[in-house]
């Protein structure tokens, strides 16, 4: 029967340095040997893990949480937010001094020249400030923004917003997404193409933006440094990223 596993990326195939443990890459390398199919489902825009996806040998993938999916090199879903929204959104977050990112897959531009909370949660990714552009979702396809503001400040855009999903991944961080939009939707898309079943689908990860997955396909795996919400939704926990939690999660599993 044909398989396949989806991986997160940060705290689950990179580890708390954004490295990718060499018991990672060899599990994955086995895994495909054996003939399961190996796909990536990230929060992260394409752009943000190209080498990654190079060094792996892995081309198929869901990104922005579920927003862009890629199929053996082939765009096969996208779900943008819409320009009108963004415009308002842009708009009422001004007042509030909370800047933005707007992404597609190629690049981001930020809504101001600069912000230390911008600089902060993308540093913690390894990425630097993005260069300003602020009518950069205009006339393009913007699969996911970043609102940065302090923890619970993003509820009083919720009423006002309902096309919106939010969800924090860093203190002064939170990914917003389209309402419906999420790793499950375009995980569903991938293995729809590939006629699969979701009893067959197994996922690692380790965030708030990875309940949903977890919950959704036949076997849901946690890292070992989840979030406690995520270790709830998962049928299994392994060992933390970097005590070679993924190769221990897929010997379990025996998947390798």
Known sequence: MKKIVFFDIDGTLLDHEKKLPNSTKEAIRLLKENGVFTAIATGRAPFMFEG???ELEIDSYVSFNGQFVVFENQVIFENPLQEEDLKRFLSETKKNNHPLI????????????????????MGSLKFPHPDHDVNFFMNRNIYQSLLFCQEQEEKIYFNDFPNFNFIRWHPYSVDILPQGGSKTAGIKKMIERLGFDLEDVFAFGDGLNDLEMLQAVGTGVAMGNSVPEAKEEADLITTDVSEDGIWNGLKELQLI
């Open 52 to 54: 990654l996806r190079k």
């Open 102 to 121: 707007f992404m597609n897959d190629q690049t981001m531009k930020a809504s101001v020249n600069y912000h230390s909370f911008i600089e902060t949660s």
